[in-house]
């Protein structure tokens, strides 16, 4: 037995861990508010993340994807399509981290991790579809208004066809 270390009264002990708890903290990054996400709402830890990249990593992976985003076709037929090859390559890894899970606990971190990505990536399909579902949303009020319009102008070019015939009726009789 090391009698140094029994020698410690239990204050210092204390304070011994505290100092080794505070240096165990400094080691570890602080999430930066550029980690985190907000999805429906509810903030969390961006899962690229914890994947252990590096920050250089990360900006050129950012770039990369932000250069794909650029190049990427904008047809709402196409983006649809994209969307559903997710959704059916998402429900493929929940089956698998499914089986993950049950076979090998300890091994479901990557299926997790693969998840998340797609998850990520189906959110970005769909705020990329939004400017397709707003314009078209758009278009269709605009179109209802015109033709309720031209409706009302039918009318009115018939009641004022009425009532020309009637001035002249009322021309007429008076002549």
């Not at 981290?97 to 606990?105: A, F, I, K, N, S």
């Not at 758009?138 to 009641?159: A, F, N, S, V, W």
């Amino acid at each position: 037995c090391d009698s140094s270390s029994s020698s410690l009264s239990p204050a210092a002990a204390a304070a011994a861990a505290a100092a080794a708890a505070a240096e165990a903290a400094a080691i570890i990054p602080q999430p930066n508010l550029d980690d985190v996400v907000s999805i429906f709402g509810e903030i969390v830890e961006d899962p690229l993340l914890r994947m252990g990249q590096h920050p250089q990593q990360q900006q050129q992976q950012q770039q990369q994807q932000q250069d794909d985003v650029d190049q990427q076709c904008t047809n709402p037929e196409e983006i649809a399509i994209a969307m559903k090859s997710l959704n059916r390559q998402i429900m493929t890894s929940f089956v698998t981290l499914t089986r993950v899970l049950v076979h090998e606990p300890k091994a479901a971190r990557e299926e997790l991790i693969t998840l998340s990505q797609l998850l990520i990536r189906l959110l970005e399909e769909c705020n990329r579809y939004r400017d397709h579902q707003a314009r078209e949303n758009l278009i269709r009020c605009l179109e209802d208004q015109l033709k309720m319009k031209r409706t009302m102008l039918d009318t009115l070019e018939g009641d004022l066809t009425e009532v020309q015939e009637a001035a002249e009726d009322v021309a007429r009789y008076c002549s």
